[in-house]
């Protein structure tokens, strides 16, 4: 590809245009696409989300929740069934109408997400309390016709997601499951990703079309705004009900189950990278890198073979104790390369000349800018860890350091424009609500902390009458 | 689920409903979609699909080809650049037509094959000889809107798949590549399903549309129907020239690429149990079962924890040795657990009540129908790998059993119903071909072996010139 290699746009210069420009040539993702909206996700950015599912798959078997794979189709008709739901995805459903030149007797919903269609074969499925919980699990394609202006990973019209449905006997059954799936499984997640967050459940207004309350993890990016991470939706019995779920209980009743919907999506490869960057591209936090490691040797004429040797040796050690370790003996220099997996974000780098084989010594250069020379390989392990507390530290740091506490409307009118996140009273109205968005210049209402009330310090920012609420406000993607 | 339980149909009696009663009752896939030929595959049958990913995942490693996600749909005009390519897939593609209540001003196309939307960026991407060989696969789902009648697994409208495609600088590594594919990794997977095959270059008329050949695995079904495996496609230079994929070669001239792709889809599952399973239901073969081995724990009043700890404990030993096992400690009776499990294929089940305790031993029943008793625990593995030797033994006989000459029309015809595969001469005419099928009641010519040519033992079995071709036919899925 011949386009001028290594980023040329700092952050602080335009923040989006640098991430542009890191997704791109860090092969990552493509938004040249023939299909606007419709981007494609290149080896590199394809790595991490294969990586991500391998390590949701085992938390997945852990939770007793199963793959599967549902129709991408959905009959019309069945999407109406909960109005809410339907209203929620109308205006970006994808329709098919045609099949081989002919219109079809009834259109087909391309799914925007499966709630619908797995619920029809849960009817099917749920007789007795012994079926419960029934949990399945997708990882698949989803379309949603979204008109605003795409960015690649955070907003385009196809997304790659995991999509997690249960049915319990009981609303505490499907609330537990609620609270494992995001205290436990995506928070495992998350540490992996180094990034810290805040478990908000949204407002009204913003929860899951058919829920009852959504739960998800706000991430700041270092622009300031917010990326919406995964969302976890208790939907109570407003599916069970007109998709006539029941099952006889223990008490020989019959009953509505109640059940819970929650979803991980390619949008987190992009968080990761507005999360972490910096000047130089993307920096991977290693749990969730790739190559943890990439080895490039240094050659000098006469002195090859020594060289290559040992960098065979020392890929072959590493990986057998555990890391994701690439060796780039491709024909170009070393400083391309060097280039190269920092734009990537490969968090450890190791230099092998002729001196490093014959000192018995390996130079090491971290993502995070330290070099060193290690006389002993076993270290390296230790210095990946040392990468990933300090990538979370800095991570909860930042986070923490963004947390601005605000007592009017003007306060966050004036200070709105520093970005992070402003705590702050609401009266729950969603009038209030959606005033405070437009009066602010974009800073929303975010939502309430999840299982962690907070008193209200002062009156509603907007209207001046009691607050019900302490809320997070911020802009977000 | 409120069925009866068990296989009621034998396979001679009616061999197409006693594969709807496994599929089904044995948790592999539900037809009972609302959108007629969508099936759900249910976590037994994904759980066989997601093996096949990894083992796969693992040999494209090793190609040097990558993963990656292109867009699932292709705007109408790209699919007609090439013209045999658009002929070949128009009666079953699927067209978006409509978002959000409104028509698109483009029609998009949901991929029935993903050739021309990778082809468009390949465009983009290869620029020079050392940007060759590029090789990309996806997993994703490809929807055809096949009016025939469906079966699950085998023929339905939408179907996951692994699609590789690659491009290369010359016709030789594209024809390697073609080699590579068949000869190691559809292989090593074909050693995994314990399955023989026929390796056949396919006739023009069912050649890949826009491919210059076509090479495919043909399996037998207990039926003596053909089920087509994977299929590689050569596509010389029919896409890289309508598409403009050039490079600049070593010699400083622009060229065309050559490329070819290939792919395995969740057919092989059905594939699977049509080609192994018994009267009981299914037979997965031990490397791609999910679970290779089920512990049942036979409980007695009072001596439930000896029995509960010693199944714990051989649990964790058989897991320590890389093994994939499940404990079935589920309240439901010891029969209906052994006749689940053997309706679901699982290879080997050990069975522990408090006499094997006592006795430090462990019954053990293979799916084959050999019951043992072990003193030693590390038998297992070497049982698991006698069961899928004996499975490949039987596959191959059975293949090599089929197999019968034909020298005339008559032979083909009054032999057809016994199903397998018919050696005969063609002379290579696509009429002669048509007449074959039609004439035979079925039996279609597949092809030829791929890589070695057979010399013809007499003259065209339908119109008597000289034959150019010794083909296999057969009835096919």
Same mark, same amino acid.
């Given at each position: 590809m011949?386009?001028?290699?290594?980023?040329?746009?700092?952050?602080?210069?335009?923040?989006?245009?640098?991430?542009?420009?890191?997704v791109r040539k860090g092969g990552f993702i493509d938004?040249?696409?023939?299909?606007?909206?419709?981007d494609v996700i290149m080896p590199w950015g394809y790595a991490i989300w294969q990586l991500?599912?391998?390590?949701?798959?085992?938390?997945?078997?852990?939770?007793?929740?199963?793959?599967?794979?549902?129709?991408?189709?959905?009959?019309?008709?069945?999407?109406?069934?909960?109005?809410?739901?339907?209203?929620?995805?109308?205006?970006?459903?994808?329709?098919?109408?045609?099949?081989?030149?002919?219109?079809?007797?009834?259109?087909?919903?391309?799914?925007?997400?499966?709630?619908?269609?797995?619920?029809?074969?849960?009817?099917?499925?749920?007789?007795?309390?012994?079926?419960?919980?029934?949990?399945?699990?997708?990882?698949?394609?989803?379309?949603?016709?979204?008109?605003?202006?795409?960015?690649?990973?955070?907003?385009?019209?196809?997304?790659?997601?995991?999509?997690?449905?249960?049915?319990?006997?009981?609303?505490?059954?499907?609330?537990?499951?609620?609270?494992?799936?995001?205290?436990?499984?995506?928070?495992?997640?998350?540490?992996?990703?180094?990034?810290?967050?805040?478990?908000?459940?949204?407002?009204?207004?913003?929860?899951?079309?058919?829920?009852?309350?959504?739960?998800?993890?706000?991430?700041?990016?270092?622009?300031?705004?917010?990326?919406?991470?995964?969302?976890?939706?208790?939907?109570?019995?407003?599916?069970?009900?007109?998709?006539?779920?029941?099952?006889?209980?223990?008490?020989?009743?019959?009953?509505?189950?109640?059940?819970?919907?929650?979803?991980?999506?390619t949008?987190?490869i992009?968080?990761?990278?507005?999360?972490?960057?910096?000047?130089?591209?993307?920096?991977?936090?290693?749990?969730?890198a790739p190559y943890?490691?990439? %080895? !490039?040797?240094? *050659?000098? /004429?006469?002195?090859?073979?020594?060289?290559? @040797? $040992?960098? +065979?040796? =020392?890929?072959?050690?590493?990986?057998?104790?555990?890391?994701?370790?690439h060796?780039?003996?491709?024909?170009?220099?070393?400083?391309?390369?060097?280039?190269e997996?920092?734009?990537k974000g490969v968090?450890?780098?190791?230099?092998?000349?002729?001196?490093?084989?014959?000192?018995?010594?390996?130079? %090491? !250069?971290?993502? *995070?800018? /330290?070099?060193?020379?290690?006389?002993?390989? @076993? $270290?390296? +392990?230790? =210095?990946?860890?040392?990468?990933?507390?300090?990538?979370?530290?800095?991570?909860?740091?930042?986070?923490?350091?963004?947390?601005?506490?605000?007592?009017?409307?003007?306060?966050?009118?004036?200070?709105?424009?520093?970005?992070?996140?402003?705590?702050?009273?609401?009266?729950?109205?969603?009038?209030?609500?959606?005033?405070?968005?437009?009066?602010?210049?974009?800073?929303?209402?975010?939502?309430?902390?999840?299982?962690?009330?907070?008193?209200?310090?002062?009156?509603?920012?907007?209207?001046?009458?009691?607050?019900?609420?302490?809320?997070?406000?911020?802009?977000?993607?």
């Open positions: 011949s386009e001028e290699l290594g980023v040329q746009t700092k952050r602080s210069e335009d923040f989006s245009k640098w991430y542009l420009e890191v938004q040249r696409s023939p299909a606007k909206g419709f991500i599912q391998e390590k949701f798959n085992v938390l997945l078997k852990e939770d007793g929740t199963h793959n599967t794979y549902f129709p991408m189709v959905i009959p019309e008709r069945l999407l109406k069934k909960e109005e809410d739901h339907l209203e929620g995805f109308k205006a970006e459903t994808m329709m098919i109408t045609d099949a081989g030149g002919e219109k079809l007797e009834e259109k087909l919903a391309v799914r925007p997400t499966s709630e619908t269609i797995m619920y029809h074969m849960f009817n099917l499925w749920i007789r007795s309390h012994t079926d419960l919980p029934m949990k399945v699990n997708q990882w698949c394609n989803i379309v949603r016709y979204d008109t605003k202006m795409t960015k690649p990973f955070i907003r385009g019209r196809e997304f790659l997601w995991s999509e997690g449905h249960t049915a319990h006997a009981t609303e505490e059954g499907a609330k537990a499951q609620v609270d494992n799936v995001v205290k436990k499984m995506y928070q495992k997640m998350y540490d992996d990703f180094a990034m810290s967050k805040l478990l908000l459940e949204r407002p009204k207004s913003d929860t899951f079309a058919g829920a009852n309350f959504s739960v998800v993890f706000d991430t700041l990016m270092q622009d300031g705004k917010v990326v919406q991470g995964p969302g976890t939706h208790m939907l109570g019995q407003n599916f069970s009900k007109p998709f006539d779920i029941k099952f006889t209980d223990q008490d020989g009743k019959e009953k509505f189950v109640w059940q819970t919907s929650w979803g991980i999506t949008r987190q992009g968080a990761l990278i507005m999360h972490h960057g910096d000047d130089k591209g993307a920096v991977l936090p290693p749990e969730i943890q490691v990439v %080895i !490039v040797p240094i *050659l000098f /004429k006469g002195k090859e073979k020594m060289v290559e @040797d $040992k960098t +065979k040796g =020392i890929k072959k050690s590493l990986e057998e104790d555990g890391l994701r370790v060796l780039d003996d491709r024909p170009q220099s070393a400083g391309f390369k060097f280039n997996w920092e734009l968090p450890l780098r190791i230099e092998i000349g002729p001196k490093d084989v014959e000192n018995e010594e390996l130079t %090491i !250069v971290t993502r *995070l800018g /330290k070099k060193d020379v290690l006389k002993d390989i @076993d $270290k390296v +392990k230790e =210095i990946l860890a040392d990468i990933q507390k300090e990538l979370s530290h800095r991570s909860e740091k930042f986070l923490l350091d963004s947390i601005k506490d605000v007592k009017t409307l003007e306060e966050l009118k004036k200070r709105a424009e520093e970005g992070g996140f402003f705590r702050g009273n609401w009266c729950g109205s969603g009038e209030c609500e959606g005033w405070i968005k437009s009066e602010s210049g974009g800073a929303e209402v975010r939502g309430t902390l999840y299982g962690k009330e907070e008193k209200p310090f002062g009156n509603c920012i907007y209207c001046g009458k009691d607050a019900k609420h302490v809320v997070y406000m911020a802009k977000a993607y």
